[in-house]
């Protein structure tokens, strides 16, 4: 149930995000709402219940007294919301509309918009007839952090207050470079350059950090979090390969920018659910050109972001995109920026399709192994590993932990166990460290599903 909530809140989000792209009679803006509408109802009736609270507090989503912290990272922008308006949570009550939701939608992408206080903000919902949508007030008890810190994603909590900001920045970076693009032709590079130091001063800190952003997943296939995701891979792996800091703070940057073309592209092919003809994907395959136009035309010249934003799906044996008749090779950037995007792509959720898991991935990928860069693809695989840091797994033993950092063999990470063999949750003070490469006998059982939150209760 926890899981659906934490889908449902990202879900939201989401929908704020698209309805600052589009308009309220915009069919994918539409169909969003009329979606949410639909799961929020389904999971009420599997709860048996007619309302659903969630609360923000302290720039958080809460429920029962505990942090969501996956939501809190990836729904930033519906916790934004909560506090432009002043209240400590939101109350969705059936039968809750499509039409709630796109009213909804619209109130919060107004980013300008501000209330005096939640009186003003309430009469607002009224006015705009959101009957099904109640404005809870400001959480006044504290929060235990005791309680916070006991839960399963516990590793996350205790990094929150970095990630929140370094996370908000490149999806920023990118979300505000879509609309740009779209609107006027304009690329603010340097925001992006701005936002990838972020990442790397976190990368510095080590893989868990980072990792986290590989585990929310996101909804919105403007490939927002795909770009996110993809600079925070690629950062890793340029890491990993001692590349110096400046050169690494331009591959993140590349990895933020590198679909930019995607924003001069229609959005009826952009965004077409089912599979492609011909004619469209040849339309799709011209982003790449298309993005290196638009940073020309911006003055941009950093060989870095230029040949990533070009080359990023022409393969390391002379194939893919965009065509040229030259023997043209892509730079190592831009072959770095292909592996962490065939990747990210291969393990993203989306709501059209499964993800697959970072192992199966790496064998879809290794079949077709003349596509990738060797030893880039081998800095990949050794720096997520197959089951990546931040990952929940369940062990042979029935205990469940977190994982801390890819080993040396990969089917055997470090973890922290964070629940024993009854699934009972462990404190987060008395989590022990287990290396698998010293128990030999024991094995990773299951890598759970990527968006579990801590159980409410
Ligand atoms: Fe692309």
Same mark, same amino acid.
């Given at each position: 149930?926890?899981?659906?909530?934490?889908?449902?809140?990202?879900?939201?989000?989401?929908?704020?995000?698209?309805?600052?792209?589009?308009?309220?009679?915009?069919?994918?803006?539409?169909?969003?709402?009329?979606?949410?509408?639909?799961?929020?109802?389904?999971?009420?009736?599997?709860?048996?219940?007619?309302?659903?609270?969630?609360?923000?507090?302290?720039?958080?989503?809460?429920?029962?007294?505990?942090?969501?912290?996956?939501?809190?990272?990836?729904?930033?922008?519906?916790?934004?919301?909560?506090?432009?308006?002043?209240?400590?949570?939101?109350?969705?009550?059936?039968?809750?509309?499509?039409?709630?939701?796109?009213?909804?939608?619209?109130?919060?992408?107004?980013?300008?918009?501000?209330?005096?206080?939640?009186?003003?903000?309430?009469?607002?919902?009224?006015?705009?007839?959101?009957?099904?949508?109640?404005?809870?007030?400001?959480?006044?008890?504290?929060?235990?952090?005791?309680?916070?810190?006991?839960?399963?994603?516990?590793?996350?909590?205790?990094?929150?207050?970095?990630?929140?900001?370094?996370?908000?920045?490149?999806?920023?970076?990118?979300?505000?470079?879509?609309?740009?693009?779209?609107?006027?032709?304009?690329?603010?590079?340097?925001?992006?350059?701005?936002?990838?130091?972020?990442?790397?001063?976190?990368?510095?800190?080590?893989?868990?950090?980072?990792?986290?952003?590989?585990?929310?997943?996101?909804?919105?296939?403007?490939?927002?979090?795909?770009?996110?995701?993809?600079?925070?891979?690629?950062?890793?792996?340029?890491?990993?390969?001692?590349?110096?800091?400046?050169?690494?703070?331009?591959?993140?940057?590349?990895?933020?920018?590198?679909?930019?073309?995607?924003?001069?592209?229609?959005?009826?092919?952009?965004?077409?659910?089912?599979?492609?003809?011909?004619?469209?994907?040849?339309?799709?395959?011209?982003?790449?050109?298309?993005?290196?136009?638009?940073?020309?035309?911006?003055?941009?010249?950093?060989?870095?972001?230029?040949?990533?934003?070009?080359?990023?799906?022409?393969?390391?044996?002379?194939?893919?995109?965009?065509?040229?008749?030259?023997? /043209?090779?892509?730079?190592? *950037? #831009? $072959? !770095? +920026?292909?592996?962490?995007? &065939?990747?990210? @792509?291969?393990?993203?959720?989306?709501?059209?399709?499964?993800?697959?898991?970072?192992?199966?991935?790496?064998?879809?990928?290794?079949?077709?192994?003349?596509?990738?860069?060797?030893?880039?693809?081998?800095?990949?695989?050794?720096?997520?590993?197959?089951?990546?840091?931040?990952?929940?797994?369940?062990?042979?033993?029935?205990?469940?932990?977190?994982?801390?950092?890819?080993?040396?063999?990969?089917?055997?990470?470090?973890?922290?166990?964070?629940?024993?063999?009854?699934?009972?949750?462990?404190?987060?003070?008395?989590?022990?460290?287990?290396?698998?490469?010293? /128990?030999?006998?024991?094995? *990773? #059982? $299951? !890598? +759970?599903?990527?968006?579990? &939150?801590?159980? @409410?209760?």
């Amino acid at each position: 149930m926890e899981g659906r909530l934490s889908d449902l809140i990202i879900r939201l989000a989401g929908g704020i995000s698209q309805r600052r792209m589009y308009f309220d009679a915009h069919p994918r803006v539409a169909a969003t709402s009329r979606e949410v509408a639909g799961d929020l109802a389904s999971l009420l009736r599997d709860m048996q219940a007619v309302s659903l609270t969630v609360g923000v507090y302290g720039g958080r989503f809460v429920r029962h007294g505990r942090y969501l912290v996956g939501p809190s990272i990836a729904g930033r922008s519906l916790v934004d919301f909560a506090e432009r308006l002043q209240c400590g949570g939101f109350t969705f009550s059936l039968p809750l509309t499509a039409d709630d939701l796109t009213g909804f939608f619209r109130l919060a992408a107004d980013r300008s918009r501000r209330w005096d206080s939640l009186a003003d903000a309430r009469a607002a919902f009224a006015a705009a007839g959101l009957g099904h949508i109640a404005l809870e007030a400001p959480l006044v008890e504290e929060i235990d952090d005791a309680a916070a810190d006991d839960d399963e994603a516990g590793a996350a909590a205790g990094d929150f207050a970095r990630l929140v900001p370094a996370y908000q920045s490149m999806y920023d970076a990118v979300a505000g470079n879509a609309l740009l693009v779209g609107s006027n032709g304009a690329v603010d590079v340097a925001g992006a350059v701005d936002a990838g130091a972020s990442l790397v001063a976190l990368a510095g800190q080590g893989a868990l950090d980072v990792m986290q952003f590989l585990r929310y997943p996101d909804y919105d296939s403007y490939t927002i979090g795909h770009s996110v995701r993809v600079a925070a891979l690629s950062t890793m792996v340029a890491r990993a390969l001692g590349w110096p800091e400046d050169v690494l703070c331009e591959v993140a940057a590349a990895g933020l920018l590198h679909d930019i073309g995607k924003g001069r592209l229609p959005s009826e092919i952009l965004f077409k659910p089912g599979r492609l003809d011909d004619d469209e994907r040849r339309v799709i395959e011209t982003h790449p050109e298309l993005g290196v136009r638009l940073l020309l035309d911006n003055g941009e010249d950093s060989a870095v972001i230029m040949s990533a934003a070009w080359g990023h799906h022409l393969r390391h044996d002379g194939g893919g995109y965009p065509h040229s008749r030259s023997d /043209h090779r892509p730079g190592i *950037v #831009a $072959e !770095l +920026l292909h592996v962490c995007d &065939v990747f990210e @792509a291969l393990t993203a959720r989306r709501p059209y399709k499964t993800s697959l898991s970072p192992r199966r991935a790496f064998e879809f990928m290794l079949r077709d192994a003349a596509s990738f860069h060797p030893q880039l693809l081998a800095t990949l695989v050794g720096t997520v590993g197959l089951y990546p840091p931040g990952s929940e797994v369940l062990l042979g033993d029935g205990r469940r932990a977190v994982v801390v950092a890819v080993g040396a063999d990969l089917d055997r990470p470090r973890l922290r166990i964070t629940a024993g063999p009854h699934g009972r949750a462990i404190p987060r003070d008395q989590q022990p460290d287990l290396d698998l490469a010293a /128990h030999p006998s024991l094995e *990773v #059982a $299951e !890598l +759970l599903e990527a968006d579990l &939150v801590p159980a @409410a209760g």
